[in-house]
């Protein structure tokens, strides 16, 4: 399996106490980043780069190196200004209206260093005017009802001016602490930028969110002002591997998305969703490589309202596939004693500190200088860092299919105790904009989706299953029923009769219309 | 003993598990063994299809349909129609041929029937002659749709068969061929007016010679028969047709939902509701159930009205059953009116319904106030027994069933009738659809109610306008609940170009059509399902039962985004000047629920 070497040349006080996960997945994928973080956080870095005129691609692997927009009085503007409707009610003239917000902000606006805001009063007619726009851009936020810090909500992406990074906003300063721009979206940059169609893509995100700014953008860039960039640029991404199927699939998913005839701001939530299913796959397809497992596949269950057989598979499927990743990081350290390199140690004369050194080459630890004296043996030394790395697997990226699954609508626990794979209709959606150009027969859309994101709804899907005695063929056949009714009741698939039913692009057919 | 052939051999039509006569070769097999003129029933497309292949420049035809829309009949009455012997059809082969003047026509009844290696080649030589205008072959093919598409797709993949393959599959999705150098056309059956079929269909089995064999019944004018009695019923002579008419609603709603009744369905439907008993065998009564049924005083289970919807069988079966499936959906009988209950209730006490009662269901002693009926009524209401409450409540449904069939029309808005079933706008539909089609007016409180639906789903505001259309949007996902700014009002009358209309599809359902000006952008059309009339008569109402799912708001939402997109189009056309500064039009509401827009202006 492909792992590119560890990106050098710099100090990264806050990077990994050693570098296993990344090592198999990249730098990193992080469960507290939710998919519509990581697509902003790959905006963010999209929009760097196509400034410097290098936008998805790169010049040399992992050297990406990227300055952020910060947009800090925006952000004030938006979500740390609880001063408006106190204002507005006090019924005061415009005049002093303004005056005492300005002073308000004045004394707590964060992160910036000038903080007059009173460029403010000539764009507006009035106080209340522009407190009615900045409750119109607060509605429209992206997961606008978190109560994350204000410096970690965002305003929907209209534009190159809406995009800016987390950050955290102390008395001391702004620092990137990434809490929820943690890397995914540098992963996802080159993840794409290394895709077959990276130039077919660029055109089309480039042409389509960065030139053509709509009225929105313009809003935002209006409250905002200058544009506001990071002090430093942010180098330190890393994916492991040159090129990917996942890459591949996640280009064509993307490019399918934004040739349908919608505008761009809808076109980004199923962007949202098909990263996020599509970066599962990346996690447990990696995990399997290394583990030589059989391919990934996602049982699905079409929900029913009662207890099936397909239920208690999806959640076994759901199950396997959830300790894959922490099976993987076993396997992977526990390899190191398979090397040459690691047979020469064991046989030197300080087999200890030369094991140490081989293990320190490939993970980062231990620091051979500084052994800790209960580490007696090379064997002693590789059991502590699997269980190092598996108490730090567990905390984030051990969580990622779980949660992303949640957040994209692929797993569900309704009316049962037991996690597993339930389809919603919102992902449903977006998998028929991503697989189907006009119109597919229904049983070609569910061979599409196993094919390309190894989902197994129908009997076909599921042969080996039955084939091994555990589900009739009417039990997935009766699941493929259940998604012919969910897709017509979504008005995505027409029937022609009970024999025949063709998958519709409603885009598409609504353009025909 | 009682016994009509007729009745036996129209019992094997009805939702029995063997169902006999579900195939046209069976039925001819009957006929000849029991001497029974066949049921003639309605080949709509018969005139049109004899006609083709009799003109000069004939187009090969492809039948399609479900299974049960009688594809074979079709096939069978034009092979006749043109001349061929029924000696020759009956023997069977698979693929027929006649001679058609200078051509031959070949007929493929079933194109299942072939094998792979018989069809394959079948459907590479007609690829050839319908792109050829001198062929010396014609077609007509029938198939359903699936294994038509299975058939087409396994044979070759060179050019010509491709081109075949991708016309077929334009006129079964959209109707259009797309290449008017194939000389071809489809007919889906499943696609023929409804209403007109179950009334022929109706006609057809109740006024079949067959009947005349009951002259000859030893009970005839001994005692009451409900077979008999359901046929009367059916047939209208007492009730002026409403019961068929009503039925014929039934369908027609569920047609524009998109749940076809196939010539087989209204068959199985129209003897159910003849024959229909539960304490029959497999649920349908023969001559000789009769006599034992009426001394077992359950005579009344036989309602024909509750047959509609197979209450006559187990109610697992009914609802995998078409046609019962799709009427069950109506709920009629579970659905509860209050106006209906309380006459149903209290109506023999009641001074202010009693006149209403007696009419309707005193009126009826068959399945109306029937004895039962009465008792359970009672007891219900003296309260004393703790199961007489179930007991009267089911005999209620079955009382829900018969009122919906049974209530004129001059009660009926009184009564509000379409109460009685999940589709409280049905009736509005209907009406709407009709006077469409017959180009009269349209009733009075259509377009304001689906206005008003429409601008609450599309502002996510409780508002009141009527006369516009409220073009809102939330600035970035169409998809948000709430949409805060205004993007345009569209007037609803005609007005420079502008207007939103009702527009018939000629096919019996509707499409509401926005016009933003007189060209271009072209008009924006949403067809209106009896389910999205449902939904936005609903919202106008100003509430909504959960049990409408999300589709029919994800239908208008992207019915929304398209209108969007045509006021952006129409936008640039008339040049507007987006170099100054930024106008907002937020939605205030006023006093009166109206919304209004206010302007909000950001300078750059």
Redesign the interface.
């Known amino acids: 399996m492909e792992i590119l070497p560890r990106p050098v040349g710099h100090e990264d006080r806050t990077g990994p106490a050693f570098w296993v996960d990344e090592a198999i997945w990249g730098h990193r994928l992080h469960d507290e980043q939710s998919p519509w973080l990581i697509l902003l956080e790959f905006l963010g870095v999209l929009r760097s780069e196509s400034l410097a005129g290098r936008a998805l691609s790169e010049v040399e692997f992992n050297k990406l190196s990227y300055r952020p927009q910060t947009q800090l009085r925006l952000r004030n503007l938006i979500f740390n200004n609880p001063y408006l409707l106190p204002i507005g009610s006090e019924r005061l003239s415009d005049d002093v209206a303004w005056t005492k917000w300005l002073e308000l902000m004045q004394q707590n606006a964060g992160g910036l260093e000038d903080r007059d805001f009173s460029y403010l009063r000539h764009r507006f007619d009035s106080f209340e005017d522009f407190s009615a726009v900045v409750g119109f851009l607060q509605s429209s936020a992206i997961e606008g009802t978190s109560n994350k810090r204000w410096s970690s909500k965002f305003v929907f992406p209209f534009g190159p001016n809406a995009l800016y990074e987390d950050a955290a906003v102390t008395a001391s300063g702004v620092s990137t602490d990434r809490r929820f721009f943690a890397r995914t979206g540098e992963v996802l940059y080159l993840m794409l930028a290394r895709a077959k169609r990276a130039a077919d893509l660029r055109d089309r995100l480039v042409g389509k969110l960065f030139e053509q700014p709509t009225v929105y953008d313009r809003l935002v860039s209006a409250l905002q002002g200058e544009t506001q960039l990071a002090e430093n640029d942010r180098p330190g991404a890393y994916l492991p591997c040159s090129a990917h199927p996942i890459f591949d699939q996640m280009a064509d998913d993307w490019i399918a998305i934004l040739d349908s005839p919608i505008s761009v701001f809808d076109a980004l939530p199923h962007l949202v969703t098909i990263t996020g299913l599509n970066l599962i796959r990346y996690q447990l397809e990696r995990a399997r490589e290394l583990l030589n497992a059989v391919p990934i596949t996602m049982v699905c269950e079409i929900v029913s309202p009662r207890k099936t057989v397909v239920r208690d598979l999806a959640a076994d499927s759901f199950q396997s596939n959830n300790v894959l990743p922490g099976l993987a990081i076993e396997h992977y350290i526990r390899s190191a004693a398979n090397t040459h390199d690691w047979q020469a140690a064991l046989s030197s004369d300080d087999a200890l500190l030369s094991a140490a050194e081989v293990l320190a080459r490939q993970f980062d630890w231990p620091d051979p200088d500084e052994l800790s004296s209960d580490l007696t043996n090379p064997g002693v030394l590789l059991d502590e860092l699997v269980s190092r790395a598996k108490v730090r697997h567990a905390q984030h990226v051990g969580k990622v299919h779980s949660t992303w699954a949640r957040q994209i609508g692929l797993s569900s626990r309704r009316s049962s105790r037991r996690v597993r794979y339930a389809p919603t209709d919102r992902l449903l959606k977006t998998l028929v904009v991503c697989c189907v150009t006009e119109r597919l027969e229904f049983k070609d859309f569910l061979r599409a989706l196993h094919d390309r994101y190894g989902l197994v709804i129908g009997d076909h899907q599921a042969a080996s299953i039955i084939g091994a005695g555990k589900a009739d063929q009417e039990d997935f056949s009766d699941n493929a029923r259940r998604l012919e009714e969910r897709l017509i009741s979504l008005g995505l698939l027409n029937r022609l009769s009970d024999s025949a039913a063709y998958v519709e692009n409603p885009f598409r057919r609504e353009v025909r219309a | 003993m009682p016994n009509n052939n007729w009745i036996r051999f129209l019992r094997n039509y009805g939702p029995i598990p063997t169902n006999d006569n579900m195939y046209d070769e069976t039925i001819q097999r009957a006929l000849t063994r029991l001497k029974i003129a066949p049921i003639e029933l309605p080949a709509p497309h018969l005139d049109w299809l004899v006609d083709n292949f009799r003109s000069e420049g004939c187009l090969s035809i492809i039948l399609?349909?479900?299974?049960g829309d009688g594809k074979t009949y079709h096939c069978r009455r034009v092979w006749l129609g043109l001349g061929g012997t029924i000696e020759d059809w009956n023997g069977g082969a698979k693929i027929q041929r006649l001679a058609l003047g200078a051509r031959q026509l070949v007929v493929v009844k079933d194109l299942s029937e072939l094998r792979a290696d018989e069809s394959k080649p079948l459907i590479e030589q007609m690829a050839w002659d319908v792109a050829n205008p001198a062929a010396p072959r014609v077609y007509l093919l029938a198939a359903?749709?699936?294994?038509?598409?299975e058939k087409l797709k396994s044979a070759g993949t060179d050019k010509t068969t491709t081109a075949l393959v991708e016309v077929v599959e334009n006129l079964?999705?959209?109707g259009r061929s797309g290449n008017d150098a194939i000389k071809l056309d489809l007919k889906?059956l499943?696609r023929s007016a409804a209403v007109v079929m179950i009334d022929q269909v109706i006609d057809a089995v109740t006024q079949h010679p067959g009947w005349k064999g009951c002259l000859d019944c030893p009970a005839l004018n001994e005692a009451h028969c409900p077979i008999r009695e359901n046929r009367e019923r059916l047939i209208g002579t007492n009730d002026v047709g409403l019961f068929r008419s009503r039925l014929g609603s039934l369908v027609e709603a569920s047609e524009q939902n998109?749940g076809h009744f196939t010539i087989r369905q209204a068959l199985s439907l129209v003897t159910n509701i003849i024959l229909g008993h539960p304490d029959a065998k497999d649920g349908l009564m023969s001559c000789n159930d009769v006599a034992s049924l009426a001394a077992a005083g359950t005579g009344e289970l036989a309602s024909p009205y509750r047959n509609v919807f197979g209450g006559n069988l187990k109610r697992s079966r009914a609802e995998r059953t078409e046609p019962f499936r799709k009427l069950h959906l109506f709920g009629i009988g579970s659905e509860t009116s209050n106006k209906v209950d309380n006459m149903l209730v209290y109506g023999a006490d009641d001074p202010a319904l009693l006149a209403t009662y007696s009419a309707l269901v005193q009126a009826d002693p068959i399945y109306g106030e029937t004895p039962t009926y009465k008792r359970a009524q009672q007891a219900y209401l003296e309260g004393d027994d703790p199961s007489a409450a179930t007991r009267f409540l089911t005999l209620l449904q079955g009382q829900r069933q018969r009122l919906f069939f049974t209530i004129g029309e001059e009660l009926a808005e009184n009564l509000d009738l379409w109460d009685l079933t999940v589709f409280r706008y049905a009736g509005l539909y209907l009406e709407t659809a009709r006077a469409l089609a017959e180009k009269r007016p349209l009733p009075r409180q259509v377009m304001p109610m689906l206005i008003r639906g429409l601008n609450r789903v599309f502002t996510g505001m409780l508002i009141q306008n009527q006369d516009e259309l409220v073009l809102a949007s939330?600035?970035?996902?169409?998809?948000?609940r709430?949409s805060?700014?205004l993007e345009e009002f569209v007037s609803v009358a005609r007005r420079g170009g502008e207007e939103v209309s009702l527009v018939g599809d000629n096919q019996g359902g509707m499409q509401l059509v926005v016009k933003l000006s007189r060209d271009d952008p072209p008009p924006i059309?949403l067809q209106l399902s009896t389910t999205r009339f449902e939904f936005l008569g609903r919202v106008a109402e100003g509430a909504l039962p959960s049990s409408f799912?999300?589709?029919c708001h994800?239908?208008f939402l992207?019915f929304k985004?398209?209108l969007l997109?045509a006021v952006e189009r129409r936008r640039v056309l008339d040049g507007d000047d987006?170099a100054t500064d930024?106008v907002?039009k937020?939605i205030d509401l006023n006093l009166d629920g109206r919304a209004s827009s206010?302007s909000?202006?950001?300078?750059?």
Request: charged fraction near 15%; aromatic fraction near 2%; charge should be neutral.
């Open positions: 399609t349909g479900t299974a359903n749709h699936g294994q038509l598409l079964l999705v959209t889906d499943s998109g939330a600035g970035s996902q169409s998809q948000s709430t805060p700014l059309s799912s999300l589709e994800e239908d992207a985004a398209r997109s987006r930024i907002l937020f206010r909000v202006t950001v300078r750059i």
